[in-house]
């Protein structure tokens, strides 16, 4: 059964840059979009990007976050991370990394496998 | 972006009843529509896929509907923990979610 995990700092500094990893055990890093979604206290849900790895690696941002993020992904130890610069207090949320299908497209069979969730607070 | 809107914000329910709850999209997104289920301090959890699949191991308490852009969301038997926020998602483009749903005990 997959399974999910992130971690990372859960205090950072304005300014500063967030680096978070997501580990993936009990199934195959291809052909899925590893994703990282984030949600504000109190608040909804926010895609913020994905890696896609099936032999060559794509990636895709929102674009409200985009010149601020990047996923990259370790395919040799099953890791994905997440790097989001130049951090405000508006980007305390819970993150949270999950599993995509490949289908028609990014999240056409939904986001099937979530990890628990990791609390980062900027201040 | 795809707008999504959902309705109502929340409702008040007893274990047994049928809750149904709407979703709307900004444009047509066909069928493209996933939910999902959060319980507070939790991650969420798919229910549905395209619009009216019945995600793996999810009860069949739980159906989904539409095409265009409006969708519902309709939870027969509502069982303890059901009481939950729920979200909707278009996977048509880069994905958005729905405001949120909150399913609370009368």
């Known amino acids: 059964q997959v399974q999910l995990q992130e971690s990372g700092p859960g205090l950072v500094k304005p300014s500063e840059t967030l680096s978070l990893t997501c580990s993936v055990s009990g199934d195959s890093f291809s052909n899925f979009f590893w994703t990282w979604l984030r949600q504000p206290p109190g608040k909804g849900l926010e895609w913020i990007g994905y890696v896609y790895y099936n032999g060559r690696t794509s990636h895709n941002y929102n674009a409200s976050l985009k010149s601020r993020v990047i996923i990259s992904a370790d395919t040799s130890i099953n890791q994905f991370s997440l790097q989001l610069s130049s951090l405000t207090a508006a980007d305390t949320a819970v993150y949270y990394c999950?599993?995509?299908?490949?289908?028609?497209?990014?999240?056409?069979?939904?986001?099937?496998?979530w990890g628990p969730g990791t609390t980062v607070t900027v201040s | 972006d795809i707008q999504m809107t959902q309705s109502p914000s929340s409702l008040s329910a007893s274990v047994g009843d049928t809750v149904t709850i709407a979703c709307r999209a900004s444009q047509s997104i066909s069928t493209h529509l996933n939910w999902y289920r959060q319980r507070p301090g939790t991650a969420p959890k798919l229910l549905m896929y395209?619009?009216?699949s019945l995600q793996s191991g999810v009860p069949s308490r739980f159906s989904g509907s539409g095409s265009g852009t409006d969708f519902t969301l309709t939870i027969t038997s509502l069982q303890p923990e059901d009481f939950a926020t729920y979200y909707c998602?278009?996977?048509?483009?880069?994905?958005?979610f729905g405001g949120g749903t909150k399913v609370e005990i009368k």
């Open positions: 999950a599993r995509a299908r490949a289908g028609m497209t990014s999240s056409y069979y939904g986001l099937d496998v």
């Open positions: 395209a619009a009216s």
């Open positions: 998602q278009q996977s048509y483009s880069v994905p958005t």
